[in-house]
């Protein structure tokens, strides 16, 4: 006799998983920087998709196509976001991932910018801009979202990191 013998038969129906992105926010960021010091540490489009939203041409980024193995960090203040076991193909020219890391890396805001009610994905410790999490695609992913997300809102550290990289002070 096996206790996972048997099988439950009236609850078939898989639960049909609510696209609620914000049962609850994170804590408020805890790396806050003017934008005077964002500038110094980022680059022109680092700071431009990050700190003002923008978008990278697709195609175009680092790591839409990468396969590797690795976690991706917030290129600005170095918080775990994604890894590789979330990422997939989705070929629309960004990093698309069907989950965060953890759903507390992130914050999601309502954008109706450009006359779209779409959903910004937000780095939950410094608030910077990463990209918009879509729903109900049809990739078969097993969350049916995608994260698409800016390759410059990124770093991504493979899996082979040194362990005695030390960090300063
Ligand atoms: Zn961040």
């Known amino acids: 006799m096996s206790i996972f013998g048997k099988k439950s038969t009236d609850s078939a129906s898989s639960p049909v998983a ?3 992105p914000s ?3 994170p804590a408020a960021p805890t790396v806050v920087k003017s934008d005077e010091e964002w500038r110094q540490e980022l ?11 923008g978008t990278e041409r697709p195609y175009t980024g680092e790591y839409w196509d ?11 203040c170095g918080a775990d976001l994604f ?5 997939f193909d989705s070929h629309c020219g960004w990093p698309s991932f069907w989950a965060p890391l953890a759903e507390e890396k992130v914050r999601y805001i309502h954008d109706r910018t450009m006359g779209m009610a779409r959903i910004e994905v937000r780095c939950a410790t410094c608030d910077s ?7 109900g695609e049809g990739y078969g992913t097993p969350t049916d979202q995608r994260f698409c997300i800016n390759s410059v809102s ?3 550290v493979t899996s082979t990191t040194d362990p005695a990289d030390a960090t300063d002070g």
Do not use: D, I, W
């Open 18 to 20: 609510e696209f609620v």
């Open 23 to 25: 049962p609850h926010q």
């Open 43 to 53: 680059s022109a489009q680092e700071f431009q998709v990050l700190r003002q939203s």
């Open 66 to 76: 990468t396969h590797t193995k690795g976690v991706y960090q917030c290129r600005a």
């Open 83 to 87: 890894t590789s076991n979330e990422k």
């Open 129 to 135: 801009h990463l990209g918009h999490v879509f729903e």
């Open 154 to 156: 990124m770093k991504l």
